[in-house]
Structures are given as structure tokens and as C-alpha cells.
């Protein structure tokens, strides 16, 4: 059994501890936000918030987040409001297909968290999620308006 705070909610899950916190989020807890795509913890589509910091779920064992605090993409809206990273990637047009795109917003939020006035430099540091479309000048645009909100 583990036991997980997920997007404020208090969670007990029975699974394999080395499950990776990806298929627990995903299959487990039903929130379908956070996506899988490459399962090397290189692309960042898993990415989701632990304690704040930006991590890759898909190699990460569901024991290494219990009893800490886990946010998913489905958290950032709040009654039907976007968070302002969402607001300024729809703003922006930073998505094409759209599928890596939770996982940057997740990167982007903590990264904002830390330092609310990125440089390009910051961002691309911290932003190291891959796009297969290439949206990367939106998604770096998108950041710059979020952190002007």
C-alpha cells in the first residue's frame, strides 16, 4: 500500500512500490493528464510536480512519493479557471498536436514558482521537455506572458 496526497486529496493505493507514479496516476487514480511517452524520463510528457520540483513520473517508483505532495495538470485549473502558464499557452498557440504539452505546462509552473521572471537562458535550462512538433519559440513565449500575468 501507498500512501500518496494527490492534487490536495489524500490517496491509498495497493501496488508494487517500484510501480512507476506515471501508471498509478494514470491507471490507479484515473487522472489521465499526465501522459506516457518515451518511459526513459527523457521526452517529459510524464512530467507532474513533487513538492513543487518538476519530475519525470515514468521511472520514478510510486515508494519515492509517498508521503509527499504530488500535482498533476488537473490541478492548475480551478472551478473552470486556467492557471495563467494555461491561459498564456492558449494565448500563444503553443500546442500543434498538443500531447507533450501537459508535461511542459507542469515544467513551466514549477519553473515560474521558482523564479517568476525567467531569461530565455532560464527557460531553456529548465524547459527541457521535448516537442516533436517544435512549438519550443511558443512554449518560450507562453512562459514570458505567464510570468507578466
Not at 511517452?37 to 513520473?57: E, M, Y
Not at 512519493?65 to 488537473?74: D, I, P, S
Not at 490541478?75 to 473552470?80: D, N
Request: with cysteine; glycine share 8%.
Amino acid at each position: 500500500m501507498a500512501k500518496l496526497t494527490i492534487n490536495g486529496r489524500a490517496r491509498t493505493v495497493d501496488v508494487d512500490p517500484s510501480t512507476p507514479l506515471l501508471w498509478v496516476i494514470r491507471e490507479q487514480i484515473g487522472l489521465t493528464g499526465t501522459k506516457y511517452g518515451c518511459g526513459i524520463a527523457q521526452c517529459g510528457s510524464c512530467t507532474v510536480l513533487l513538492d513543487g520540483a518538476a519530475v519525470r513520473t515514468c521511472v520514478l517508483p510510486v515508494s519515492a512519493a509517498a508521503g509527499r505532495k504530488v500535482e498533476t495538470v488537473e490541478s492548475l485549473s480551478v472551478r473552470g479557471k486556467l492557471s495563467k502558464v494555461q491561459q498564456a499557452w492558449v494565448e500563444k498557440q503553443a500546442p500543434q498536436c498538443g500531447y507533450c504539452q501537459n508535461g511542459m505546462v507542469m515544467a513551466a509552473t514549477a519553473l515560474l514558482r521558482q523564479n517568476p521572471k525567467p531569461t530565455d537562458a532560464d527557460i531553456d535550462a529548465a524547459i527541457t521537455n521535448i516537442c516533436r512538433c517544435g512549438s519550443f519559440q511558443e512554449v518560450r513565449a507562453a512562459i514570458h506572458a505567464a510570468a507578466k500575468a
